[in-house]
């Protein structure tokens, strides 16, 4: 990797530079919907009052996802925000394999295919059942099973994880349904497919970055071993615990698909398994206890000898899983990876739920770092409890360690996240998110004076919305109501785009903010190198700023 060329127009800050991601802070209408707008943030407003700002587009295309109908999220936020570029991603990676037929082609898929065929064994599919398109998508799943069809498989069962998240927090059934009548439309003398478990995917098999391994131990129980409660379809286990437990899709319990009391989807030696998620964060470790010989983080009962494959490698480095359908795009000329080689010392901190956002997706999915003598990694262990009971979660713990890695004047970049915006916001309780915002505020009155203190400048952003549209609205823009009255909450994402702040107190009349309307999260990276004192490379979006 080559360093960075010294620009001949910007001279560099002498403090550091600090980017900070507001998660899920989104720009959007000041409505009934908007957490961020009914929030009281004195010190956001002062900043989009009395500093330049510019709309960052964080959705689709902007961001390498296949169509501007769909939304942004955190991992493609963070690729694009640390590489400067934009990159085909998971959705769309996957979308071309199929339609290509390279997936088919490819020597997992067929590994996966005749194991089962010579075995007479099942051939099982577990991901996240919707078509939200952030974590996967229904029309890969499908396409897979009807392909496994033609090419001969005898037996599929499939274990759903419903979400209530990416799509309406209601709407597993739009989605059960039809998919049941699909199974049962293949099923032939020769050609047996089943739902066969499923529940909540924030109660069972998605957790991410270690925070919670009992999710992933009650999703073993659930689809390997069939333990659990037992019902007779898919759609009876959504209905019946629904109307016990009052729960949204992302909370509903386990379950379990039975006939004459015993599960019909097991996973036994000889199987294969596809994980049919295309986003790694939360594939890893249900990817680990498939794949890991030796394992610690839970008591498996029964380890079955199984063909495993995950729909991407959701980790380069580590290669897990060891076997994938479709390759990963290669993320390269990060900015880590140019700062490192220019010498430039760097901090990433964040607590667990973001840690790896600002480490693994902002340097091109990839686990290590660049050079362990320039960049410093700090992680704030996230609580485990719902995120709507405590929605401050750890910014102020954040916060003290950005000021006490600021005052050190060690480092010369520094990144970010407080995931209050987005982690309170997929709860879809208002005024737990309110509160998030609330206490994220008070968190940048406190950071930005010592940014102040050390000359520095801060870039303060957002890799998507989510917050900002806190409940469902019609085509005018009208809320949703449920048949009780209240508002129809809205757990997901959204299309809108984020502010791009330049808090800086000191050198603003030496470069001026270009606006614009086509710029996008791959913008903020050739800005942070020009205010370091750096020409961005060539491949980078070009810099919000200039002389």
């Excluded at 209601?170 to 099923?187: K, Q």
């Excluded at 790694?280 to 030796?294: L, M, N, T, Y």
């Excluded at 309307?517 to 060539?538: F, M, R």
Aim: aromatic letters at 8%; proline letters at 3%; charged letters at 25%.
């Amino acid at each position: 990797m080559t360093m960075l060329k010294k620009s001949p127009l910007f001279a560099g800050v002498e403090g550091p530079v600090v980017t900070i991601v507001m998660d899920g802070v989104g720009l959007a209408a000041d409505t009934d919907a908007n957490a961020v707008a009914k929030a009281r943030t004195p010190m956001l407003d002062k900043l989009m009052a009395s500093y330049p700002w510019v709309k960052l587009k964080a959705h689709g295309t902007a961001v390498g996802l296949p169509s501007d109908d769909d939304m942004g999220n955190s991992e493609v936020g963070h690729n694009a925000l640390g590489s400067g570029q934009v990159f085909a991603q998971g959705a769309k990676l996957v979308s071309n394999s199929i339609e290509s037929g390279k997936m088919f082609s490819s020597a997992t898929w067929q590994t996966l295919v005749e194991n089962v065929k010579t075995t007479g064994s099942t051939l099982h599919f577990l991901g996240l059942f919707s078509d939200g398109n952030v974590h996967s998508h229904i029309n890969h799943l499908e396409a897979m099973i009807r392909r496994a069809k033609i090419e001969g498989v005898a037996k599929v069962r499939v274990h759903i994880l419903l979400d209530g998240r990416d799509v309406g927090e209601t709407s597993a059934l739009e989605y059960v349904d039809p998919f049941e009548a699909l199974l049962a439309s293949l099923c032939d003398d020769s050609f047996d497919a089943k739902i066969a478990s499923g529940g909540g995917r924030m109660k069972i098999t998605m957790d991410r970055y270690e925070a919670d391994w009992s999710m992933v131990e009650l999703g073993w129980k659930t689809h390997v071993l069939g333990e659990g409660r037992q019902f007779a379809s898919a759609h009876e286990a959504v209905e019946t615990l629904r109307k016990e437990t009052g729960a949204i899709d992302q909370d509903l319990p386990p379950f379990v698909i039975g006939e004459n009391g015993k599960a019909i989807g097991t996973v036994e030696d000889g199987d294969s398994v596809i994980f049919f998620n295309f986003r790694g964060d939360r594939a890893i470790e249900i990817s680990k206890a498939f794949d890991e010989e030796v394992f610690d983080k839970f008591d498996r009962v029964r380890y079955p000898k199984v063909i495993y494959a995950g729909m991407l490698e959701y980790d380069g480095d580590a290669h897990i899983p060891s076997r994938y359908l479709v390759n990963p795009p290669e993320i390269t000329n990060t900015m880590g990876e140019y700062l490192a080689a220019s010498g430039v010392k760097q901090a990433a901190v964040s607590e667990t739920q973001k840690y790896g956002h600002v480490t693994y997706f902002w340097n091109g999915n990839r686990s290590g770092k660049f050079d362990d003598t320039l960049e410093d990694y700090f992680e704030i262990r996230s609580d485990i409890v719902p995120f709507e009971q405590r929605p401050w979660m750890k910014c102020a713990e954040i916060t003290d360690k950005l000021i006490e890695l600021i005052r050190s004047g060690e480092y010369k970049y520094i990144r970010a996240n407080f995931p209050n915006g987005d982690m309170v916001g997929h709860t879809g309780n208002f005024l737990a998110t309110v509160v998030s915002l609330e206490a994220l505020d008070l968190q940048l009155a406190r950071l930005l004076p010592v940014i102040d203190e050390m000359k520095g400048v801060a870039i303060i952003t957002a890799d998507h919305g989510n917050s900002d549209e806190m409940y469902e609205t019609d085509k005018k823009g009208n809320v949703k109501t449920n048949k009780d009255g209240s508002f129809k909450a809205k757990t997901s994402h959204t299309l809108n785009p984020v502010p791009c702040i330049i808090y800086d107190n000191f050198y603003a009349d030496t470069y001026k903010v270009v606006e614009s309307d086509e710029y996008g999260l791959a913008n903020v990276a050739a800005t942070t190198v020009n205010l370091l004192g750096y020409e961005a490379p060539d491949m980078w979006n070009k810099s919000i700023i200039t002389k």
